[in-house]
């Protein structure tokens, strides 16, 4: 009996017969290597944080996906993520792998990550899922900005500047 893994490994790695009659698109077709397959089926870090310190929710208006992001960040490092996501399967493994690649890693770093590191990291993507990619890094950079914000003294300068001036 074969897994759910493996199932599809089938669907997304064989390439077309010949004699198929469906019309194939123009482009790349969608060959998922099996490292993307395996981050498809059985994505890292799924899952939602209470005592979060930064979050994102963030979507791509061109297809219709959103993905929830959670980070927890101690001594400066992202010491956990988790993340939810209502997306294609480029934008699942992807955000898999972007999680993998920020687990552990000092805020400072992992701000710099783009997608082309998830691309990397996952040996390649079909050229017209790289947008996919996308989903993961904005939404680590969107918590992250998350996470600044509440780490922001009370009051903006603005704001001491008033009380300063004893304007309010
Ligand atoms: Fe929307 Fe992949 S098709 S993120």
């Not at 019309?23 to 998922?32: D, K, M, N, R």
């Not at 990291?121 to 918590?143: D, F, Q, T």
């Amino acid at each position: 009996m074969s897994t759910q893994s493996e199932d599809w490994m089938d669907l997304y790695s064989k390439e077309p017969e010949a004699e198929q009659e469906f019309v194939i698109p123009e482009g790349p077709l969608l060959f998922y290597n099996e490292l993307v397959i395996d981050h498809f089926t059985n994505p890292r870090n799924v899952g939602e944080m209470d005592d979060a310190d930064g979050y994102a929710l963030i979507g791509d208006p061109s297809c219709g996906d959103q993905m929830k992001l959670w980070i927890k960040v101690r001594e400066g490092r992202i010491a956990d993520i988790k993340f939810k996501s209502f997306g294609c399967p480029g934008a699942i493994a992807t955000s898999s792998m972007a999680t993998v690649l920020a687990m552990g890693r000092p805020i400072a770093e992992a701000r710099l990550l783009t997608d082309d590191d998830v691309i990397t990291a996952l040996e390649g993507i079909p050229e017209h899922k790289r947008h996919c990619s996308l989903m993961g890094v904005g939404a680590l950079l969107a918590a992250i900005r998350d996470y600044e914000g509440r780490c922001q003294p009370e009051g903006t300068t603005a704001d001491i500047a008033a009380k300063k001036h004893d304007i309010s």
